[in-house]
């Protein structure tokens, strides 16, 4: 047997997608992941138990969409990770080598009430000076994939408006901490807003940190 094209790419999507179900930023097979190498991407395959996934399984696509290897389809949601691979370009200019697409409850619930997530906390500048929410466009569709493109203009994710979260990174290790970021962020804001009206941090403040951490990596 030869070398699994992609072996490290897709051993890291297993790992990611069934630790997005075990954190409970998706239910069931709901949300994606995926990793780039190069011109080629392994994804998170439609409609199939992340618990049972094993690396041959994982899809892996070119950027064109066109599959290369697995022998599962990829996700219905691949229009819009191929769209950040293509086009999107990361603000502090690294490489953008794999995106998270969840159905964080929290984050998607935040989707429905405004239209960027309310600067309640500074660990928000993981995202960008502000996190916008994509307008609705159904799933799978290029319409959704344009809308969530134009969102993450100079920033590292996004919500998509009644429908979840989408963030980018130079590894699956920096998307998924920035999913679990603005998942947490979200949480915390409507957890302060069921209570009373909570105090906001000036845009100010934000684009210091966004600074800050373009200088220096990770808050603590
Ligand atoms: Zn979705």
Same mark, same amino acid.
């Given at each position: 047997?030869?070398? =699994?094209?992609l072996?490290?790419? !897709?051993?890291?999507?297993?790992?990611? $997608?069934? !630790?997005?179900?075990?954190?409970?930023?998706?239910? +069931?097979?709901?949300?994606?992941?995926?990793a780039?190498?190069g011109? =080629?991407?392994?994804? /998170?395959?439609?409609g199939?138990?992340?618990?049972?996934l094993?690396?041959?399984d994982?899809?892996?696509?070119? #950027?064109?969409?066109?599959? &290369?290897?697995?022998?599962?389809? @990829?996700?219905?949601? %691949?229009?819009?990770? %191929?769209t &950040?691979? !293509?086009?999107?370009?990361?603000?502090?200019?690294?490489?953008i080598?794999a &995106?998270v697409?969840?159905?964080?409850?929290?984050?998607?619930?935040v989707?429905?009430?405004?239209?960027?997530?309310?600067?309640?906390?500074?660990? %928000?500048?993981?995202?960008? *000076? /502000?996190?916008?929410v994509?307008p609705?466009?159904?799933?799978g569709t290029?319409?959704l994939?344009?809308?969530?493109?134009?969102a993450?203009?100079? !920033?590292?994710?996004c919500l998509?408006?009644?429908? +979840? /979260?989408i963030?980018?990174?130079?590894?699956?290790?920096a998307?998924?901490?920035?999913?679990q970021?603005?998942?947490?962020?979200?949480? %915390?804001?409507?957890?302060?807003?069921? $209570?009373?009206? *909570?105090? =906001? #941090?000036?845009? /100010?403040?934000?684009?210091?940190? &966004?600074?800050?951490?373009?200088?220096?990596?990770q @808050?603590?």
């Open positions: 047997m030869g070398e =699994l094209l072996a490290e790419q !897709r051993a890291a999507v297993c790992d990611y $997608a069934r !630790r997005m179900t075990a954190d409970g930023l998706v239910v +069931g097979t709901s949300g994606n992941v995926s780039r190498a011109d =080629l991407v392994a994804v /998170t395959p439609s199939v138990d992340y618990d049972a094993t690396p041959a994982i899809p892996v696509v070119a #950027l064109d969409g066109s599959i &290369v290897d697995g022998s599962l389809r @990829p996700t219905s949601e %691949l229009p819009m990770h %191929l &950040v691979y !293509r086009k999107a370009t990361d603000p502090d200019g690294a490489e080598a &995106v697409h969840t159905h964080s409850v929290h984050a998607t619930a989707s429905t009430l405004v239209e960027e997530v309310p600067p309640i906390h500074y660990m %928000l500048a993981t995202i960008g *000076p /502000t996190a916008r994509a609705y466009a159904t799933f290029t319409e994939a344009d809308a969530m493109l134009t993450l203009t100079d !920033r590292h994710g998509l408006a009644n429908h +979840g /979260t963030t980018y990174g130079d590894t699956l290790s998307a998924y901490h920035r999913a970021q603005l998942e947490w962020v979200c949480h %915390l804001w409507l957890t302060a807003r069921a $209570a009373g009206t *909570p105090t =906001l #941090l000036p845009q /100010t403040e934000i684009n210091h940190v &966004v600074n800050k951490l373009h200088t220096y990596g @808050p603590k």
